[in-house]
């Protein structure tokens, strides 16, 4: 059963990515999937880094990182992959063609359930991403209570819906929950469901950029903790014999993020490269996560505790993670 868990929640991070953009950009290319990105040649001890889904704004920091040399300054030479349908970033990581993963959380603590000995060392951003997101007659989350909600029939929205509606003094068990699989854009615009589970940064602006009015409860902010939705992730074999390596490409990342959010020009035109997705989209996605992505690469231990309470208390994982095992804060603290 967890394997099957794991299995769609990672094919939903891929579908996501990819309905967003194809929802604003009708007949626009697909999105950056397999394969490895072209990067500019130069010196450098290789590392590949792979994404958990199609390259758009939360992954500026990385872009910057390659395109400004802030990986080569360090000794490395960070080679970007793409997910593709049947490979994911954890995938790459566990089979040796991937030295360290971009991950959504709570796929790194399936992994970890599963027995896999993967390390959390750095977040790529500070907040869940994840949202219930409505039509504008519902004015406040307990006002699902009748409705019919669209989720995709994983564990991790099922939570998401519950935190949301119980933060408001709702009964989630009253909500009438349809799955719709990962088609929250077409369910929401053509009426099918009054809300659905989604991601704000990527449907959430969708919607917006084609001019459907909506209402965003989001996790982090109306409800649950806050927590750091995507994190850098390496195998802890990598991490003790090549702890400075990972230092390198972790710095690399932080300077990049950091530029990135000064001037975000240079990486948003890769991340376009790379995924053939709109400009206008890009921007408007970069505009919307940015304040998500400072500080850049920093893990907070209090953020992590809540997130681990959070994944036990609503189901997503069987037990309470143990952080100091998941999570490496000493690498990140590193400069």
């Known amino acids: 059963m967890r394997d099957e868990r794991s299995s769609l929640l990672e094919m939903k991070r891929i579908l996501t990515a990819l309905g967003a953009a194809l929802a604003i950009v009708a007949g626009a290319p697909a999105a950056g999937c397999g394969g490895d990105e072209v990067r500019p040649s130069g010196g450098g001890r290789p590392l590949t880094l792979a994404l958990d889904f199609a390259p758009n704004p939360v992954h500026a920091g990385i872009y910057a990182a390659v395109e400004r040399g802030e990986d080569r300054a360090r000794g490395i030479a960070m080679r970007v992959r793409a997910p593709s349908a049947s490979t994911d970033s954890l995938k790459l990581l566990a089979s040796g063609r991937a030295d360290m993963a971009v991950a959504d959380i709570q796929d790194l603590g399936l992994a970890r359930e599963r027995g896999e000995d993967l390390v959390g060392v750095g977040a790529l951003v500070q907040r869940p991403l994840a949202a219930v997101i409505a039509r504008p007659t519902v004015r406040r989350p307990r006002d699902l209570e009748g ?159 809540a997130w681990a309470e959070f994944a036990e208390r609503f189901g997503i994982l069987r037990s309470r993670p143990r952080i100091e095992r998941a999570f490496d804060l000493e690498v990140t603290a590193a400069r």
């Open 147 to 305: 409705r019919r909600v669209g989720v995709a029939g994983l564990p991790s929205d099922d939570a998401v819906l519950r935190a949301v509606v119980e933060a408001d003094g709702g009964r989630a068990e009253r909500v009438r929950t349809t799955t719709i699989g990962f088609s929250a854009v077409p369910a929401l615009v053509t009426g099918r469901v009054a809300a659905a589970t989604a991601f704000w940064n990527a449907e959430g602006v969708a919607l917006r950029e084609r001019g459907i009015a909506t209402r965003e409860f989001r996790i982090g902010k109306d409800a649950a903790p806050r927590y750091p939705e995507l994190v850098l992730v390496v195998r802890r074999e990598i991490l003790d014999r090549d702890r400075r390596r990972v230092q390198a490409a972790l710095a690399a990342v932080r300077a990049g993020t950091d530029a990135a959010l000064e001037d975000p020009g240079p990486a948003l035109a890769a991340i376009r490269r790379a995924s053939g997705a709109d400009p206008g989209l890009v921007r408007a996605q970069f505009e919307a996560v940015r304040p998500a992505l400072a500080p850049a690469v920093r893990l907070d231990r209090g953020a992590l505790e």
